[in-house]
């Protein structure tokens, strides 16, 4: 990869990667509801577990849709689903207390298999392969996947903090619930490129 192209990457990384979607706007919520450190396992979840994305739908994956259509509308209909229970989650969330035991953000298992189910990181990862992967070998979509990982993971943990921050406001139930649901309808508001496309 020249460094014309690695600094492309580097740029398209960041932005796609540091714009409101799923992943932000649930760190977000994550952030407000349960702290910066509770939310660890998420962060690191959405890094890795995104990296290893891009590096299946590199080797093979994508062969999958072309060769069966129906499985990319599945994937959709999965994604639209999943996002809309989490969305409901998010929204009817109670007030929690950081230190509360019984809330539970989501863990470093979900987070990482989320990805799958999430639009934006599918629009991401055929982009970067697409785009920044031209050998289309093993090596290139490591080199992608790495540059994800290592570029996502600050601009992941900046919307944890705005999240952590806004906690400060949240100070009540009303401001709460408030909070929640406005996170919950842009989540849903972030499934628009799909349902438009089909």
Do not use: C
């Amino acid at each position: 990869m020249t460094l014309e192209l690695l600094s492309a990457l580097i740029l398209f990384a960041f932005v796609s990667s540091a714009t409101p979607g799923p992943n932000n706007l649930m760190l977000m919520a994550s952030g407000a509801n349960y702290g910066f450190a509770r939310t660890i396992p998420h962060m690191l979840g959405i890094s890795v577990g995104f990296g290893l994305m891009i590096l299946l739908v590199g080797v093979g994956l994508v062969r999958v849709f072309d060769a069966y259509p129906v499985t990319y509308t599945a994937l959709k209909i999965a994604s639209v689903g999943y996002l809309s229970y989490l969305a409901w989650k998010i929204a009817t969330a109670a007030q929690i207390r950081q230190t509360d035991a019984k809330g539970r953000p989501m863990n470093f298992i979900q987070a990482a298999a989320f990805q799958w189910v999430n639009p934006k990181a599918w629009a991401m990862a055929l982009t970067a392969l697409s785009v920044y992967a031209p050998t289309q070998t093993i090596a290139a979509f490591s080199g992608v996947a790495m540059v994800f990982a290592v570029v996502n993971l600050p601009t992941i943990t900046f919307w944890t903090m705005l999240g952590q921050q806004m906690a400060r406001i949240l100070t009540n139930t009303r401001r709460r619930t408030l909070f929640n649901w406005t996170m919950a309808a842009l989540l849903v508001a972030s499934l628009y490129p799909v349902l438009a496309s089909g």
